[in-house]
């Protein structure tokens, strides 16, 4: 019996490690929430503040892109799953604001090379032919983190306290670190090698080994109207992750949910973020990943504005259907966008500084949502907001076509 293709251990680590990361650090935010505010006695601003470090992010992303292009991604995801990983487990050492900053850094810190750096490196190279559908289910780990994690720590805090929860997320994320040194390889050679062990199509090597060798240099994309286009898209696209969805449990029970249901709200856009990852990702090898982006975003604005239309519980599970859709989509084009409007050959780089742009934006979503919270009582008008910009985003994707393609 022929044992599976490789490249389908190596996307079950991109897998995890995309939606673990995200999954503790964002969909399961709101249920540290107030433990922490009740334990420390921290505003919302304040609280809200960790999430404004994302723009840590965007200083670690081109450092890990281009180490990743130099390197290798097997040791920039290590080393970014362990900074992950020891930003957890320190957290039950937490007394003062500033350690509550300082571990979320560590996370932030890690967080490009254990996300859109991995995914975009790898699944092109091991699928070049069905990458839009790989990727679509490798990003689904986003969903499975955000069905699974809520509800593990919820679970974790009413029986043994917020700290637990917290190192129990931490060695999860050591193990994964330890894990992935094993199985992962960008290597042609054996891309090749289990193409002929596990009687793959050549051509889809040959596929392969052209891909890798097109793309944009650091250089020609910024002097590009293509990929400034398309990063000024992406960069308004991500506060649907620091503006809305880290919000969301909170903006629900504002609105009269209790906070059961306002979970479950949560874990079903999770479970419609794997069918819209798949979906829109099937379809963007039809259609292109820049079409299927701005479709994805037309959803998430849509299903933002109809949460802010009605505080009735069946217009919320409404909003949160719609939405959850195109959200699930978005965390797969993004690494397929940049993919196939910039080239692989740069592509670490590339995502690297695409992680700096939107760290930006994700750095200023929450402090602004909070501030909007705490001024008027509810995350309402920050909502209405972010749906009109995505409307921006839509417009700035389209237009994006007149730009230069990347030269091999």
């Known amino acids: 019996m022929i044992a599976p293709y490789r490249g389908y251990q190596i996307a079950l680590v991109a897998f995890l490690s995309t939606g673990l ?19 420390f006695g921290w505003t919302k601003t304040q609280l809200n503040g960790a999430l404004s470090l994302a723009f840590i992010s965007g200083l670690t992303g081109p450092i890990l892109g281009k180490s990743a292009d130099k390197y290798g991604i ?4 290590l080393i970014s799953l362990i900074m992950i990983s020891l930003g957890f487990l320190l957290r039950p050492t937490i007394s003062s604001l500033w350690h509550w900053y300082l571990y979320s850094a560590l996370v932030y810190a890690g967080f490009p090379g254990a996300t859109q750096i991995t995914s975009g490196k790898i699944v092109p190279l091991w699928f070049p032919k069905t990458r839009g559908r790989v990727m679509g289910a490798v990003t689904s780990g986003n ?32 193990f994964l670190a330890l894990s992935s040194y094993f199985i992962i390889s960008e290597s042609l050679e054996d891309v090749e090698k289990e193409s002929i062990r596990t009687n793959r199509n050549l051509d889809y090597l040959a596929l392969a080994k052209k891909q890798s060798s097109l793309g944009f240099s650091a250089k020609e994309a910024i002097n590009s109207f293509r990929f400034w286009a398309i990063n000024i898209s992406l960069m308004i696209g991500v ?4 503006g809305i969805l880290t919000q969301l449990t909170q903006f629900l029970e504002d609105e009269g949910m209790s906070q059961n249901v306002a979970t479950s709200c949560l ?3 999770a479970v419609m973020g794997v069918i819209g990852k798949i979906t829109f990702g099937r379809v963007s090898e039809t259609y292109s990943a820049r079409k299927t982006l701005i479709l994805c975003i037309f959803f998430q604005a849509i299903g933002t504005l109809v949460l802010c239309s009605s505080s009735s519980t069946t217009i919320l599970w409404l909003g949160c259907f719609i939405y959850g859709l195109g959200f699930g989509a978005f965390g797969a084009m993004i690494p397929l966008t940049i993919v196939e409007q910039f080239g692989m050959k ?10 700096f742009l939107t760290s930006i934006t994700m750095a200023l979503g929450p402090l602004i ?8 009582g509810s995350y309402r008008n920050a909502f209405i907001g972010i749906a009109i910009l995505f ?5 700035l994707a389209w237009i994006s076509k007149y730009g230069r393609e990347p030269n091999s």
């Open 21 to 39: 990361s995200i999954g503790m650090s964002q969909y399961a935010f709101g249920q540290f929430a107030n433990p922490l505010q009740e334990e």
């Open 74 to 77: 097997k040791i920039v995801l």
């Open 143 to 174: 969903n499975f983190g955000g069905f699974t994690m809520p509800a593990l720590a919820a679970s974790v805090i009413v029986f043994s306290g917020w700290e637990l929860a917290y190192l129990i997320f931490g060695g999860i994320m050591l």
């Open 239 to 242: 506060l649907t992750y620091q």
């Open 267 to 269: 874990m079903m856009i």
């Open 346 to 355: 740069n592509i670490g780089s590339m995502m690297g500084i695409n992680a």
């Open 369 to 376: 949502a909070g501030m909007i919270h705490d001024q008027s």
């Open 391 to 395: 409307f921006i985003a839509m417009f």
